[in-house]
């Protein structure tokens, strides 16, 4: 079983910077495949950016140029920094860990207003 914690969501404005962070459990963390989901309300929970190990990238074609998803094997830990946030960035983000099964988090909420 691995256990998945978000954290670092909040209210930002139009514009700012937010970076998300997800520890994930286990002593083969730099095994795992990373990813950072995000599910709008209406709305279906959609891919944002995933990396895996030893660390291409791949992001949705709505935040390219503006998140990046990276990772520290030492801290157990994959970062997705975001940038030029929009209001329909708001969304609950998820990270999803996986190795053999999918493991996700509770989620952290992400709201974009002025």
């Known amino acids: 079983q691995v256990h998945v914690v978000e954290s670092g969501g909040g209210l930002v404005q139009p514009g700012g910077s937010l970076r998300l962070s997800c520890a994930a459990s286990?002593?083969?963390?730099?095994?795992?495949?990373m990813a950072w989901y995000r599910q709008a309300p209406g709305k279906q929970r959609e891919l944002v950016a995933q990396?895996?190990?030893?660390?291409?990238?791949n992001y949705a074609d709505s935040v390219k140029d503006r998140f990046t998803i990276s990772r520290d094997n030492a801290k157990n830990t994959v970062y997705l920094q975001m940038n030029s946030l929009k209001p329909e960035d708001t969304a609950v983000y998820y990270c999803?860990?996986?190795?053999?099964?999918?493991?996700w988090g509770q989620g952290t909420q992400v709201t974009v207003s002025s």
């Open positions: 999803k860990a996986r190795y053999v099964f999918d493991y």
């Open positions: 286990g002593s083969i963390f730099s095994a795992y495949a």
């Open positions: 990396i895996t190990s030893p660390g291409p990238t």
